[in-house]
Nanobody, 116 residues
Framework: VQLQAFGGGLVQAGGYLRLSCTAS????????MGWYRQAPGKQRELVAV???????IYGDSVKGRSTISRDNAKNTVYLQMDRLKPEDTAVYYC???????????WGPGTQVTVSS
């Protein structure tokens, strides 16, 4: 299973970003897909996850200004974050739980920098 992410880059505070992540390969089953992020010197934290039932889970720091959605036919998950803040600056990692053995898969990470 491979995860390929699109989006990210440099964004001004108050703006928005849209990330997408597509899973490919021997997927077999997707239990959940979502995004985590890691800022310098900090632990990786949950941004948002969408599970197979369609339920969504958001991290406290992005709740209310983020929306995660998916396209099952394309094995793709989308994340839109609004009202960006400098503290949203981090490397964003796509995650998928699934496959033949319900494993965790991680994308290579995409840098998001929010300028004040």
């Amino acid at each position: 299973v491979q995860l390929q992410a699109f989006g990210g880059g440099l964004v001004q505070a108050g703006g928005y970003l849209r990330l997408s992540c597509t899973a490919s390969g021997n997927i077999f089953r997707i239990n959940s897909m979502g995004w985590y992020r890691q800022a310098p010197g900090k632990q990786r934290e949950l941004v948002a996850v969408i599970v197979s039932s369609g339920s969504t889970i958001y991290g406290d720091s992005v709740k209310g200004r983020s929306t995660i959605s998916r396209d099952n036919a394309k094995n793709t998950v989308y994340l839109q974050m609004d009202r960006l803040k400098p503290e949203d600056t981090a490397v964003y990692y796509c995650n998928m739980d699934g496959g033949s053995y319900s494993q965790d898969y991680w994308g290579p990470g995409t840098q998001v920098t929010v300028s004040s």
